[in-house]
Nanobody, 118 residues
Framework: QVQLVESGGGLVQAGGSLSLSCAASGNIFSRSAIGWYRQAQGKQRELVAVITSGGNTNYADSVKGRFTLSRDIHKNTMDLQMSSLKPEDTAVYYC????????????WGQGTQVTVSS
């Protein structure tokens, strides 16, 4: 069973910066797609950024140029650096890891709140 522990988040004013971290139990990052999703109140969960199992990084159009996703496969951690935050970035952010080996494995963190005040 994979466990994902998130840290970071909180309250920040518009234009500010925050950093989110996710640590995974087990050596899984090197063979997984890893990323962050978010869910604003009353909305569906959406992709924020992902590093594919092939090592490519993709961002939602709404965060391109403002957010940076990185990983450390030796420490099994990943960080989401968020800058120029906007009120519409307010959401619960979830860490996710996913891979396929005979079947799909898909794990989520518990979520961390990010609130951007205007």
């Amino acid at each position: 069973q994979v466990q994902l522990v998130e840290s970071g988040g909180g309250l920040v004013q518009a234009g500010g910066s925050l950093s989110l971290s996710c640590a995974a139990s087990g050596n899984i990052f090197s063979r997984s797609a890893i990323g962050w999703y978010r869910q604003a109140q009353g909305k569906q969960r959406e992709l924020v950024a992902v590093i594919t199992s092939g090592g490519n990084t993709n961002y939602a159009d709404s965060v391109k140029g403002r957010f940076t996703l990185s990983r450390d496969i030796h420490k099994n951690t990943m960080d989401l650096q968020m800058s120029s935050l906007k009120p519409e970035d307010t959401a619960v952010y979830y860490c996710n890891v996913r891979w396929v080996l005979l079947r799909e494995y898909n794990y989520w963190g518990q979520g961390t709140q990010v609130t951007v005040s205007s």
